[in-house]
């Protein structure tokens, strides 16, 4: 039994959180604030204590993942942990018909999955002919899932720079109107410099002025099942796809020979 002198406990939560202070004063008990509906009583024999409150921090998608990756990084020198931490960043672009950029990036080593699809427009779950009619604002565009640790952000978008004709406004060659647009989509205000950047060393090489847009992130729609593939699956027999898309991969696999699978 405790004299006249107190003795504060520090109850914590599962996740180390300090609970409450519990202050024991000649043999009783209490939580060490006035008695609020909801707390318990406690004496020296059984000191309870509520159970900590959730906790909620909320971060910005690719920031958690930068957090994650460092987590990766230290998990195996004081966990002795071999687990796969691969993490995969996301960026969206445009630039003119997506069976070609597509075929492009599928190409090049580092990028794990690319989806085509439309983003950018006014009208919800646009179809391919909404977009084709140039009436939804939509552009087509690619998603690119990439391994940073593999691929960097800069050298994915001068790869994206250097295989469109990004001086060309509301077009490429033949395909004409706002859906065929250049166009780049940051996730974040890192992505955002990044793209910015890359649009400076871009124009550094060019005579024209780059009229490619950076335009908010908008609502994602994926283009159509036979859309996806194209090159792989129904390009080859396509007299479109044969005119354009041979010289833009012969194009990556000369100037970024050592970032393509198919020279690698």
């Known amino acids: 039994m ?4 107190d003795v504060v406990v520090a109850d914590r939560g599962t996740d180390g959180d300090v609970v409450g202070d519990v202050r024991l004063d000649q043999g009783r008990a209490g939580i060490d604030r006035p008695s609020e509906a909801g707390d318990e009583i406690v004496d020296d024999d059984n000191i309870i204590a509520r159970p900590a409150p959730p906790v909620t921090i ?3 998608f690719n920031a958690m993942r930068r957090v994650l990756r460092l987590l990766r990084g230290l998990a195996p020198s004081y966990m002795g942990c071999k687990g796969d931490f691969s993490m995969t960043d996301y960026v969206t672009l445009a630039g003119g018909c997506f069976w070609c950029t ?3 990036f599928k190409d090049v080593i580092g990028v794990e999955s690319v989806e085509s ?3 950018g427009g006014n009208v919800p779950n646009p179809t391919y002919k909404q977009v084709c009619g140039g009436d939804t604002g939509h552009a087509e565009a690619i ?7 593999q691929l960097a952000l800069g050298d994915l ?4 720079f250097a295989t469109h004709d990004p001086t060309q406004l509301n077009r490429q060659g033949n395909d004409v109107g706002t859906q065929y647009r250049s166009a780049v989509f940051p996730a974040d205000e890192a992505q955002e410099a990044e793209m910015r950047a890359a649009i400076e ?3 550094a090489g060019l005579d024209k002025p780059i009229v490619t847009t950076v335009e908010p992130m908008a609502d994602w729609y994926p283009a159509e099942d036979y859309h996806q593939d194209y090159w792989e699956t129904s ?3 396509n007299p479109y796809c044969m005119a354009v898309i041979p010289p833009k991969l012969q194009k990556l696999r000369k100037s970024f020979a050592a970032r393509s699978k198919a020279v690698a």
């Open 235 to 237: 390009g080859r027999s």
């Open 201 to 203: 060393r871009a124009q």
């Open 143 to 149: 998603r690119i899932g990439y391994d940073p640790e």
């Open 2 to 5: 405790h004299d006249r002198a």
């Open 117 to 119: 699809g439309y983003i």
């Open 102 to 104: 597509e075929a492009v």
């Open 157 to 160: 978008l001068d790869i994206f």
């Open 58 to 60: 909320t971060l910005p």
